[in-house]
């Protein structure tokens, strides 16, 4: 390694004194990958072209796999290319593992020409591939998006009798089905088996949806049912998935009859909000679970499909089934069903029932649908019930969502009371909100009055929302006003009232404001917690007064109050802004020392500020950073970095950040080229 010339010499006194073959061809290789470390690659070619050895073929073929894998460590590339063809005639056993790290390398340096010519003579000369290496590199040859290459690699490991790994396979799944090429995709998954895979669930997963996707929906459906073991219960989001395959081509009813088929033979698996135990019935807690977890995939006619299997077989769909369903309707706005659905819950007597009569309340409002909310409340009325304050809740909520505070405002304060019914401080803090974020402030305001003569306080809790409604409306003065105003009520306020008061102030840029407020605080004795800080620190941030902010980390500190995520963020968002790139490096390592995760987002920003102010250094400095607090970097750290070092003409730098990217796995989008 040192001395390659010396090494030289002693490999020739060893070949003059006759020393066997085998001893010789270990001195030999040792002093090639010396002249190849030294970039003596003159020398090095030389060595094997006059290297005279007695056994023929065994020997030579092994040091022409050396010197081209030399050559490939150190970038010799067009040298290592010329030696391939010298290699394809050497023969089967050329060289194995020197072989197949060669490929390696070529894949991490993205030598993607040397690499097919390479998988080219390994595949004509027999050389054995390696599980791993071609796993590796047909991984990274899909993040290049070279599908052609990354079907070469995998089809001569499968046809070698060994297995293609599952995140390899997974990724050439994904990248063909982008390209539609399902066939081949189809092919690469059922030859994975063929040879003893048995390809991970992801895989499956993916199969399926390139089914979904090329409108295989018999195969979809095999796929899923060669999953499927006896008696046991399968992979929930697999059949949510297939499920779904089913009901995007509009074959509800196949998705029905797969599902009943399932929960018959007891092999539905159980939804996470039900422990599924042997010999239990299937229950409306069971339909309940499943209505959910369908909802939640939009496969809202196949929920259809359970409501109806229940109405056949039993048990008959309880009120909280339909206010399920409803639900679900509603959230995939599906109004015409939504419609048909409230006259069969009418006939059949559960329309009126309350759990029902809140997921239409909820429904409708959502919807803007009035006329047949209000007929449905004409109806409701007319059956001799009455609208709790849970129902009157929500339609406050839902006019006011929909910009109609008046009616809101005369539900509250006329329409309930001739109903009968006295609106609770929850109704009249659900229309604050409503007239607060339709600007109706004043409105808002003389609520105090009203509820005073209700009898319903106000308490803290109604002066807490008022202030955020003022604050939302920049009504500072008011707000401020609001403070003593629950004093003359007859109430303290508390820190959580101040909270509230500095939050708005903190938003708008009000620091002078909320400094005086800070100053209230004192003389009312209250103590600061974590909420109070913060919010400084963000008043701090948005006046780029970056010293102070960082003095009341210190003083946050100091009083023993731990600071948060939250607080770090602003913080470093505040040295960001003002450029102490050496404070923010100490920030970042403090942040690990109190064990609070740090996620790589926050990396890329400060990346991507540094990069913009020209400081390629320092952005590169925060790479290694990340390293030491064990935060993974993204792509997008990667592409911010390579733009940073490309600007200010450090190719080569850019060029072994883009090997790690593919050593990592990551997908090398077309920005990162462009640099």
């Known amino acids: 390694r040192q001395r390659p010339e010396w090494a030289l010499s002693l490999r020739n006194q060893m070949h003059a004194a006759a020393l066997p073959d085998c001893t010789i061809t270990a001195a030999t290789a040792g002093t090639l990958r010396g002249l190849c470390n030294n970039s003596k690659w003159d020398e090095a070619e030389r060595l094997v072209v006059e290297e005279p050895l007695a056994d023929g073929g065994d020997s030579k073929r092994e040091l022409l796999a050396t010197l081209a894998h030399a050559l490939c460590e150190g970038g010799q590339w067009s040298r290592a290319h010329t030696w391939l063809d010298s290699l394809e005639v050497a023969g089967r056993d050329a060289g194995a593992s020197a072989c197949n790290a060669m490929l390696e390398e070529g894949a991490r340096t993205l030598r993607w020409g040397f690499v097919e010519d390479l998988q080219a003579v390994m595949q004509q000369s027999g050389i054995q591939p390696d599980e791993r290496v071609f796993s590796d590199v047909v991984r990274k040859a899909c993040s290049s998006r070279r599908h052609h290459l990354a079907g070469l690699l995998a089809a001569q490991l499968l046809e070698s009798g060994q297995p293609l790994r599952s995140y390899a396979l997974n990724q050439l799944l994904l990248l063909l089905g982008e390209d539609q090429q399902w066939e081949r995709s189809a092919w690469f998954f059922e030859r994975a088996q063929e040879v003893g895979h048995k390809p991970s669930m992801v895989c499956y997963t993916t199969m399926i949806r390139q089914c979904s996707a090329s409108k295989q929906w018999e195969r979809a459906e095999a796929l899923f049912r060669s999953l499927q073991s006896p008696g046991q219960p399968s992979e929930p989001h697999v059949l949510l998935e297939v499920l779904g395959a089913l009901g995007r081509a509009a074959r509800w009813q196949r998705a029905g009859a797969l599902f009943r088929e399932m929960l018959a033979a007891g092999t539905a698996p159980a939804p996470t909000l039900f422990a599924q135990q042997d010999g239990l019935a299937l229950d409306c807690g069971m339909y309940l679970a499943w209505i959910s977890a369908l909802g939640k995939v939009g496969a809202w006619e196949l929920v259809l499909e359970l409501l109806t299997k229940m109405h056949i077989d039993g048990p008959e769909p309880s009120a909280e089934v339909f206010a399920a369903v409803v639900s679900v309707l509603g959230a995939h706005a599906q109004w015409e069903t939504l419609v048909r659905l409230m006259e069969e819950m009418r006939e059949r007597g559960v329309l009126m029932h309350l759990e029902v009569q809140r997921s239409l309340y909820s429904a409708l409002g959502k919807q803007g649908d009035w006329i047949r909310l209000e007929r449905l409340i004409r109806e409701f009325r007319a059956g001799g019930q ?225 990069s913009s102010e020209g400081r390629a250094d320092l952005a590169e400095e925060l790479l290694t950073i990340m390293r030491e607090l064990s935060v993974a970097p993204s792509a997008e750290t990667f592409s911010l970095l390579i733009s940073a070092l490309g600007n200010h003409g450090q190719w080569e730098r850019a060029r072994q950040l883009l090997g790690q990217m593919n050593d990592a796995g990551m997908k090398v989008g077309p920005d990162i080229f462009r640099y």
């Open 386 to 610: 009455e609208l709790d304050s849970g129902l009157w809740n929500s339609l406050v909520h839902s006019y006011g969502a929909h910009g109609e505070w008046e009616c809101a405002e005369q539900l509250v304060l006329e329409e309930m009371g001739a109903r009968g019914v006295e609106p609770t401080a929850h109704v009249f803090h659900t229309l604050i909100k409503a007239l607060g974020r339709n600007g109706q402030w004043p409105r808002a305001l003389s609520m105090i009055s009203t509820m005073q003569e209700r009898g319903l306080g106000p308490a803290l809790e109604t002066y807490h929302i008022l202030i955020k409604v003022l604050g939302h409306n920049r009504q500072w003065d008011r707000m401020e006003e609001m403070l003593s105003s629950i004093a003359t009520a007859g109430l303290k306020p508390n820190t959580a009232t101040y909270n509230a008061v500095m939050k708005a102030l903190a938003k708008d840029g009000q620091h002078k404001r909320l400094m005086g407020l800070m100053e209230r605080m004192l003389e009312s004795k209250l103590l600061r917690d974590a909420e109070t800080y913060n919010l400084w620190i963000l008043s701090c941030t948005r006046q780029g007064a970056w010293l102070e902010a960082w003095q009341v980390l210190r003083e946050m500190q100091r009083v023993g109050i731990k600071p948060t995520l939250y607080t770090y963020k602003m913080l470093l968002s505040s040295l960001d802004a003002a450029k102490k790139w050496d404070l923010v490096a100490t920030l970042l390592r403090e942040i690990h020392d109190t064990s609070i995760p740090l996620h790589v987002a926050t990396f890329d920003t400060l990346i991507s500020q540094l």
